[in-house]
């Protein structure tokens, strides 16, 4: 609770496909974008839940 993940509303066996206009081949596909990406910048997520294609919305804070 109150991970950035649990406010994503993302679950476990989650597999996220999507962050914006960019694939995630994998995790470090993901800390790239998140690198760039401006904190409080909303922005799309896909993700693939029990074979189902979701997308959410989210805003990723900056680093503490």
Known sequence: ?????????LKEGDLL??????????V???HRVL???PAGQAASLAVIRRGVRLTVEIT?????
């Open 17 to 26: 496909v999507r962050f914006g206009t960019v694939v995630l081949d994998g």
């Open 35 to 37: 690198r760039t990406w």
């Open 28 to 30: 470090d596909a993901l």
């Open 1 to 9: 609770p109150g991970s950035p993940a649990a406010r994503a509303q």
């Open 60 to 64: 990723p804070a900056g680093s503490a």
